[in-house]
Each structure stands twice: as structure tokens, then as C-alpha cells.
């Protein structure tokens, strides 16, 4: 079984532009989490899907970042315009329905989103 | 809410020797507890889970967490480590009432391995 990938593994752009990161989750997993690591503070939540339809949003840090799930598979993650603050590594994560942390909850290996 | 706390950032400690890696919590309603760690340049892996039971948990690759309800900790254990342990290890939570609830994580703790 395939696990959750992540691409690209490292980006590097400048502040101002544009950066689109994807997470392609477990076939079949219903449940699919962004979740975001800024450089020496803790991972945090950004976002839950539950198919196409955000279950929580609440972590989303403003406007300038839209996640879509189009179809409930893959779900990707813009941020536009780039700020130097929203470098760090973004995790994915997805699970069955009705399933989460405390059973069977897969992590991508994460992008590593630079803004210089 | 719920927050969580890894007292220290880095842990420096000599191969073979033991290890504990500290984890407090605080929640208004009952949690699941979790171990996650991250070797250099992987995704990150679950340790280790308390859902309920026996306090004392085993995880993979040797490790063990106590969960102790009235100090609202979880530390994490290793009675001898290798090389292969250097990593970061994230202590979290999530909620009870929800099964696929989000997680909380700690701040993370990095174990450095001493030759």
C-alpha cells in the first residue's frame, strides 16, 4: 500500500510569488489533515477534510492560503502571495473514515517551503 | 483547548545509556496520547499511543511512555539507546470525543546520541 506522498519535497521561492503544495493521501482514506511546522516552534493544525467538504478549518493562519480537495483525493494547498512567515514544513496526514489519531493515522514525509 | 509541553528542546545523552524525554499536558476533556518521531529527512512516525489501559505503554524500537493522569504526564523512555534513536520526538494529544479529531503537538524534543 501506497502511503501519503508529498511533492515537491523542497521548495524555495521568493517572497510575493506564488507556491502550490500537494498531498496525495492514502487511497481510499476519507479523512485528510494539513498541518504545518514553522522552524523551532511546535506542528501545527491547519486543516481538516473529510472528502471534499472542510471538516475544520480553523487552524488556517489567513487568507492567503486556500486548500481544495477536488473529487475527495488529492488536496492541495496554495499559498499566494508568500511571505518570509510562512516558511516551514507542511505535513499531511490521512486516515479512513471514522478514523483518526488513535487508530491508523499516516503522515506524508512533509514539504519544506522556503521564502527568501 | 489543549496545549501540550516538552520541557527540553535538545537531549544530549551517551549511547547505551537510558533516556527519558518529558511530556506534560493540559485538557479540559480526556485525551489519547501520542509519540510521534522524526528521523533525519522522514515524515513522521507514530512511537507510540495510550487510548486507555494499562498506564505503562510500549512503542517501537524499545521505547515505552507512563501515562500519569494526576501529574498530566507522559514521558517517554528508553532504557538503553543507539545511534539509530537520534532524532526529534513529538509528544501529542487529541481529544477523546472525537475520533478524527486533529492533533496537538509539543514543541518537540532533539535527541542527540553521544558516541
Known amino acids: 500500500e501506497a502511503g501519503v506522498t508529498q511533492f515537491p519535497s523542497h521548495s524555495v521561492i521568493e517572497k510575493g510569488q506564488t507556491v502550490t503544495l500537494r498531498c496525495d493521501p492514502i487511497?481510499?482514506?476519507?479523512?485528510l489533515y494539513w498541518y504545518r511546522r514553522v522552524m523551532g516552534k511546535e506542528i501545527k493544525f491547519l486543516l481538516h477534510?473529510?472528502?471534499?467538504?472542510?471538516?475544520?478549518e480553523s487552524g488556517m493562519p489567513n487568507n492567503r492560503f486556500l486548500a481544495e480537495r477536488t473529487g475527495g483525493t488529492y488536496s492541495t494547498l496554495k499559498v499566494q502571495p508568500a511571505e518570509l512567515e510562512d516558511s516551514g514544513v507542511y505535513f499531511c496526514?490521512?486516515?479512513?473514515?471514522?478514523?483518526?489519531?488513535?487508530?491508523?493515522?499516516?503522515f506524508g514525509s512533509g514539504t519544506r517551503l522556503t521564502v527568501v | 483547548a489543549q496545549s501540550v509541553t516538552q520541557l527540553d528542546s535538545q537531549v544530549p545523552v551517551f549511547e547505551e545509556a537510558p533516556v527519558e524525554l518529558r511530556c506534560n499536558y493540559s485538557s479540559s476533556v480526556s485525551v489519547y496520547l501520542f509519540w510521534y518521531v522524526q528521523y533525519p529527512n522522514q515524515g513522521l512516525q507514530l512511537l507510540l499511543k495510550y487510548l486507555s489501559g494499562s498506564t505503562l505503554v510500549k512503542g517501537i524500537n524499545g521505547f515505552e511512555a507512563e501515562f500519569n493522569k494526576s501529574q498530566t504526564s507522559f514521558h517517554l523512555r528508553k532504557p538503553s539507546v543507539h545511534i539509530s534513536d537520534t532524532a526529534e520526538y513529538f509528544c501529542?494529544?487529541?481529544?477523546?470525543?472525537?475520533?478524527?479529531?486533529?492533533?496537538?503537538f509539543g514543541k518537540g524534543t532533539r535527541l542527540h546520541i553521544l558516541p
Open positions: 487511497s481510499g482514506h476519507d479523512n
Open positions: 501529542a494529544v487529541s481529544d477523546r470525543r472525537r475520533r478524527d479529531d486533529k492533533i496537538i
Open positions: 496526514a490521512s486516515s479512513q473514515d471514522g478514523t483518526g489519531p488513535s487508530d491508523g493515522y499516516t
Open positions: 477534510f473529510v472528502k471534499e467538504s472542510k471538516q475544520d
